[in-house]
């Protein structure tokens, strides 16, 4: 099986419309897996049994209807109405219904490739980075990754905790699927309706019997998103779950069998979360049997160039933006950088600085934050000119290559107080060289100004 899994697309509507079977072939194109349900009633019958990443429906149907059924039933899926010169009535009533948008038919490429990729986004399925605590945490994570223990996964948000889950269970050799279920900014009913699925009658709108994200992931993954925000009665019904491996759907007595992989990820210390009462011991006992931590950009800067060509490389090619490579006081600017919100927002960063850039390489100019504000290095930490007068060039006469090399070395790095990475970057050498060439001047008892 592929290391992602494709976007799973439900498409509402009549199957013979030319239009209809257009878009599928689009979305195909586009890695989709396109399931097709001739009415309303038929999608839910296949979302009871099955998951989705994407609905869209045909605004001919009651989308409205189709919508407020979902809502009853605590569907979370995304959807989208499409139509073939469908009068604007119709678009507007199913976008107030609660439609993310309205797709007209036959759509262009780009447009369901933006549309499956904004609805459920793909990460690329690689970690990108030659630190030591993230290949440690790498490969400590592909080492484990065959067992059935859960693995909770650490670090600050935008650290990449989804992408490691996925290559967990890309690692793991297990067949199915993998699906996430977000914990954080949801209610906990309908938490509880995606995860332990429901029986007709459970409650009202729960009109048929319906499987959650435990059942659906069964010989796959699950991933829970920010599992420090569950409720405590659905951390119970987990943790119970877990020790029996079987569930009880919301409103059934029978428990069914689940062999479902359990991955979860936090940005809090759940530690301190037990301590206030909001998180359950012993459910965290259970999910730390494995944990992974994945280290914040800041403390791995050395990263950050190898990032920065990684994502240039991948936004050209998705985005058919020019692969301008960053030049050097551009790269410098990013290498001082404190990165908050970490890889994702250095990935932003990237995206915009393409878009913003005019010239073969992308400038300081072009480096904007996400609130429009500018990056800026202390005045003592920016490259400055290099000599090139004739007086300059004469007092290096005498000297060895090794020796001015050196004293480049230690000078730019006493300017950059220190950061081994600014100072890299000024100069136009690896991190790496750069540690070599300090680890040999130490081991000569050459002073080396100490790490920032």
Request: glycine content about 8%; proline content about 6%.
């Amino acid at each position: 099986m592929d290391a992602v899994d494709p976007i799973r697309l439900l498409l509402v509507g009549v199957p013979e419309k030319t239009e209809f079977r257009i878009a599928a072939g689009m979305a195909r194109d586009a890695g989709a897996e396109v399931m097709v349900a001739d009415t309303a009633l038929q999608a839910l019958e296949m979302l009871r049994t099955g998951h989705a990443g994407l609905v869209m429906i045909d605004v001919a149907l009651d989308v409205p209807a189709l919508m407020a059924q979902l809502r009853a039933e605590r569907f979370a899926v995304p959807v989208l109405a499409c139509g073939i010169d469908a009068p604007a009535a119709r678009a507007v009533a199913a976008i107030r219904a609660g439609a993310r948008d309205y797709v007209p038919l036959p759509p262009q490429p780009e447009l369901i490739a933006a549309a499956l990729t904004a609805a459920t986004p793909q990460p690329a399925m690689e970690l990108v980075g030659d630190d030591a605590a993230l290949r440690h945490a790498a490969g400590y994570a592909r080492t484990l990754a065959a067992s059935r223990a859960p693995v909770l996964v650490c670090g600050e948000r935008g650290t990449g905790k989804k992408l490691m889950a996925r290559q967990i269970h890309a690692a793991s050799g297990r067949s199915g699927s993998f699906l996430a279920v977000e914990c954080a900014g949801v209610a906990a009913d309908i938490v509880e309706a995606e995860l332990f699925g429901q029986e007709a009658g459970a409650f009202p709108g729960a009109v048929a019997r319906r499987h959650g994200a435990l059942e659906k992931a069964t010989n796959g993954t699950l991933f829970l998103r920010d599992v420090d925000c569950l409720a405590p009665g659905t951390q119970a019904k987990l943790l119970a779950a877990l020790s029996e491996c079987r569930v009880r759907r919301l409103g059934g007595g029978e428990a069914v069998p689940i062999d479902a992989r359990l991955i979860a990820s936090t940005s809090r210390n759940l530690d301190d979360r037990v301590q206030q009462g909001s998180f359950r011991a012993d459910l965290l006992a259970r999910l730390t049997l494995v944990q992974v931590a994945l280290p914040p950009l800041r403390e791995r800067m050395g990263d950050v160039p190898l990032l920065v060509r990684h994502f240039v490389g991948r936004l050209a090619a998705t985005h058919g933006l020019a692969p301008r490579p960053f030049g050097p006081e551009a790269m410098a600017l990013l290498c001082g950088y404190d990165w908050p919100c970490n890889v994702r927002e250095l990935e932003d960063l990237v995206h915009r600085a393409l878009l913003l850039a005019t010239g073969d390489s992308v400038a300081p100019e072009a480096i904007v934050l996400t609130d429009g504000s500018r990056i800026f290095l202390p005045a003592a930490a920016e490259p400055t000119p290099c000599a090139t007068g004739r007086t300059e060039v004469e007092a290096l006469v005498g000297r060895t290559v090794e020796e001015v090399e050196r004293e480049l070395i230690l000078q730019t790095l006493e300017r950059c107080h220190g950061n081994r990475t600014s100072a890299s970057s000024i100069l136009g050498i690896s991190v790496r060289t750069m540690r070599n060439k300090l680890k040999s001047f130490i081991e000569a008892g050459i002073p080396v100004a100490p790490a920032a």
